[in-house]
């Protein structure tokens, strides 16, 4: 049976700095298609069921559909942080799952050409914020873009979604393989495989991924989980609503629950959130 390795553990031994504040865990995929931008919400949402105060940021490369999927029509978007006309806490809106949210906005390419010094000063204000939340959870766009990249180095630890079709085994492995170059061993970087038909399932395809990390890499990649597939998850999207309210003790929510606590290790108390 596949180990999986708390991520608190697993950063120290990689040799992670420690954030300063709360944690910052990049979740993004190779491939699009692949469950990353519900993985990130019903993560946020397990980790603010445990106590965590928790942010989910947005940062998809102009195809942001934080929002879409719950059914949010938000005033306040990322775009108006990277254009100055509000602050990263202004643009926070809470959600009725219990953590807060800065939605991106689908179509904008928000991200997507941000110069190099407007990139570095929202990662600036994303560390400010880990002041004041526990864990902040970034849902990255696909692929390999430079803001992609510099976003998940940036993080304390990097959840890498693949599912156990080629080419999302493929493209996984390409951002392990630059995530190990642009991190420098700063942070730690794990596997989390989606849609397995069976746990078995689940743990071949974490092995396939593993084993090559292991020959071309010298570098053997944790699985941090395992989230089964479930039609449940297909009926909670449809809704736009949180698989953990609608279907509490589905296989896959127990899935992401498991992944949840993994991350739950204790972290600084954050500063009190002064509403603007």
């Not at 105060?53 to 559909?65: E, H, I, M, P, T």
């Not at 743990?203 to 089964?228: D, H, S, V």
């Not at 609608?246 to 993994?262: K, Q, T």
Request: proline share 6%; glycine share 10%; hydrophobic share 45%.
């Amino acid at each position: 049976m596949t180990s999986i390795t708390p991520i608190s553990l697993q950063a120290r031994r990689a040799g992670a700095a420690p954030s300063r504040g709360g944690r910052i865990v990049a979740v993004a995929s190779g491939k699009g298609g692949v469950g990353k931008t519900w993985l990130a919400i019903t993560l946020s949402h397990a980790l603010a069921r445990t106590g965590q105060r928790v942010l989910l940021f947005d940062g998809d490369l102009g195809l942001a559909n934080v929002d879409i999927q719950l059914g949010l029509t938000p005033a306040a978007d990322l775009g108006a942080v990277i254009a100055g006309r509000m602050s990263l806490q202004e643009a926070a809106i809470p959600y009725a799952g219990g953590f807060d949210i800065v939605a991106g906005h689908s179509g904008s390419g928000a991200l997507a050409s941000v110069a190099p010094a407007a990139l570095e000063s929202l990662l600036a204000a994303l560390r400010a914020a880990a002041t004041r939340y526990q864990t902040i959870v970034l849902d990255l766009g696909a692929g390999l873009e430079r803001a992609v990249r510099r976003m998940a180095s940036f993080s304390d630890v990097l959840l890498v979604v693949a599912t156990e079709e080629p080419t999302s085994l493929t493209d996984a492995y390409a951002v392990l393989k630059l995530h190990a170059s642009d991190a420098d061993g700063r942070a730690s970087a794990g596997i989390v495989v989606n849609v397995a038909p069976t746990r078995a399932s689940g743990e071949r395809t974490y092995k396939t991924l593993a084993r090559a990390c292991e020959n071309f890499l010298g570098r053997t990649p944790p699985c941090l989980g395992i989230i089964r597939r479930d039609d449940h998850v297909r009926d909670a999207i449809r809704r736009q609503t949180l698989l953990l309210e609608r279907h509490p003790g589905c296989p896959a929510a127990a899935d992401v629950e498991a992944l949840a606590a993994s991350l739950a290790a204790p972290a600084p108390a954050p500063e009190p959130i002064r509403r603007p």
